[in-house]
């Protein structure tokens, strides 16, 4: 496949970490002089920017995090003047304050060259139709994904998130070779276009989808009901938006952009950096990024880093998909739970099964209780109690031999667990503590 | 030969069995039998309707989980003992029954009864040697 901007993408490694180090530097060095949260952190440790020569000094380095953006709301934090911020993007934090970027002109323009980056690896050029069906808004997916398309030239569909029908009829109507969107939406038009017998009408060859974690199964699944290739994107906003890692053709692991970002993997209790390979928590440092530059970001996800070079001939380093969040991971009776490991037992068990599910956990008498509520669909439901007890017992039984402990398995109603069109909310914790 | 059954997934939920019949009621849906097999967690609501295309489609948009299924239906004599020489005939020819439920009252003074059972095409064959009358979908509706 064509890369976009091959030279930086297939940079040698030695010659990359080079250009990291000059840009790390930089940014250490303007960061200290124009942001009072990281200036202050550096005194207290009692860190020169001079101290700073490249990116074996990154270590030394203080950590960020999302706090500190909640406290600096909304602007606090920005390096460069407003008048040359040319946008905003936001998203609401767990405690209702929202968190706030801001991007200048080459900011928008690295941004959309991240992406572009990914488009060009997957094989779309100008001869596409990139239907965008993340959110438009204060949310980066709608645009982030929106702008790299327009850099690739390829034609634009931008129906946002929302309304299912309109989305499946533009997709055949307009003829879209590439869906963006988020995976439980991907599962749900998947599911929605072949309830409407439309499969054979699409176009698609690939979807992009990103901005909430999704397993191997749900890939398959996905690539399965819709005949696309399925690409994983990441990113978050406080980094940049969509596009700060990417999976090219290969679908083995995510490339970080690296001449933008450098990533680290830390041992999340201790602060350590884990030797390569490690599985630990994801760190990032916004090396050319302009208006809301970043230093050692903890973004509490939790994945290991791969050197390897690829297959494509990309020498940025390949981040695994996360595995879970260090700090969404529910303890229940003890033990550790991702939701991700119950999303994995739900699409081993029994081919038609959908992977909508909704994890319920309540304290009763000082007893944690782990509900996990499944949709039932036609391909589960046979006309006689045992096979759907059996289903129940088989669900509950994996779900136990996964975890470590038991789960009172439900089988629910199609569609009745909230399916919201951008995030699924996979999680109720109704435990106080 | 056979009558159309409804199978419905009812969700155990406080309220779920009523907004199924009322979404059949309001369509006119006329139910000539029903049974309900229930677990602690949940049901499977099993129906014998005039006009189960209809009906598929009406619970269909409630959102449910319906399946539509050809099953033997069988009018008796209406007197002690008319239903057992009609099961005695299945037991020798070999047939298991695994499940069978009544209709809501009676046609032309027959007692008609809805049986689930292994083996369908050789419970057939051994109710007709019987002499035991096998509904059909059409006796349904023209009730
Ligand atoms: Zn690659």
């Keep these: ?433 | 030969m056979y009558v159309k059954q409804i199978s419905v997934f009812v969700e155990n939920k406080f309220g779920r069995m009523a907004e199924i019949l009322n979404a059949l009621a309001e369509k006119s849906i006329d139910i000539s039998a029903l049974s309900l097999a229930d677990t602690s967690e949940f049901g499977i609501l099993r129906l014998i309707v005039d006009k189960p295309e209809l009906a598929v489609e009406v619970l269909k948009e409630e959102g449910v989980i319906v399946k539509l299924s050809d099953i033997i239906a069988i009018a008796i004599d209406d007197t002690p003992g008319g239903l057992a020489k009609a099961l005695n005939v299945l037991t020798e020819a070999n047939v298991v029954i695994e499940y069978m439920y009544a209709f809501i009252g009676k046609a032309d003074g027959k007692a008609m009864t809805v049986i689930r059972v292994d083996d369908e095409p050789k419970a057939v064959e051994a109710l007709k040697n019987g002499g035991v009358a096998l509904l059909t979908t059409e006796d349904i509706s023209a009730r």
């Design chain 1, 1 to 433: 496949m064509a890369m976009w901007q091959q030279e930086i993408e297939t940079m040698p490694r030695e010659e990359l970490e080079k250009l990291q180090s000059e840009r790390l530097v930089w940014q250490v060095n303007r960061m200290y002089e124009r942001v009072e949260l990281f200036r202050n952190r550096m005194d207290e440790l009692g860190l020169k920017p001079s101290d700073i020569h490249g990116i074996e000094d990154l270590h030394k380095l203080p950590f960020s995090y999302k706090q500190d953006l909640r406290d600096y709301y909304p602007y606090g934090l920005f390096a460069e003047p407003m008048e040359n911020i040319v946008r905003v993007h936001a998203s609401s934090g767990t405690t209702g304050k929202k968190i706030v970027v801001g991007y200048t002109r080459n900011d928008l323009d690295a941004w959309d060259n991240g992406v572009a980056r990914m488009m060009y690896a997957i094989g779309l050029d100008n001869k596409d139709f990139v239907q965008v069906s993340y959110g438009y808004g204060l949310f980066t997916g709608g645009l982030g994904a929106h702008g790299g398309a327009t850099k690739i030239g390829a034609t634009v569909i931008p129906t946002s998130s929302g309304n299912t029908a309109n989305q499946i009829q533009t997709m055949v109507d307009f003829g879209s070779t590439c869906l963006c969107c988020t995976p439980s939406y991907a599962m749900y038009l998947g599911e929605a276009i072949e309830e409407a017998g439309m499969t054979d009408q699409l176009s698609l060859k690939a979807g992009i989808f990103g901005a909430e974690p999704w397993t191997e199964e749900m890939r398959h699944a996905i690539e399965e009901k819709l005949h696309i290739k399925a690409y994983d994107i990441y990113g978050l906003s406080e980094i940049m938006g969509p596009g700060v890692s990417y999976e090219c053709e290969h679908q083995c692991g995510m490339h970080v952009c690296e001449d933008m970002f450098i990533p680290e993997i830390i041992d999340p209790d201790t602060g350590e950096v884990l030797p390569r390979g490690s599985k630990g928590e994801l760190v990032f440092t916004t090396i050319t990024k302009e208006g809301f530059p970043l230093i050692r970001y903890r973004t509490r996800d939790i994945c290991s880093l791969n050197y390897e070079k690829c297959a494509c001939g990309r020498t940025h380093v390949r981040m695994n998909k996360p595995t879970g969040r260090s700090d969404d991971m529910l303890i229940i009776r003890g033990v550790n739970v991702f939701p991700s490991q119950v999303e994995e037992v739900l699409l081993k068990v029994g081919s038609g099964i959908t992977p909508n599910y909704q994890i319920i956990v309540d304290r009763v008498n000082n007893n944690d209780t782990f509900e996990v509520n499944v949709e039932m669909d036609e391909s589960m439901f046979a006309d006689d109690v045992k096979s759907i007890e059996k289903l129940e017992k088989t669900i509950t039984n994996e779900l136990r031999s996964m975890l470590g402990i038991g789960a009172k398995v439900r089988l629910v109603n199609p569609k009745s667990i909230t399916r919201s069109e951008g995030k699924a909310k996979r999680v109720i914790d109704k435990r106080k503590i």
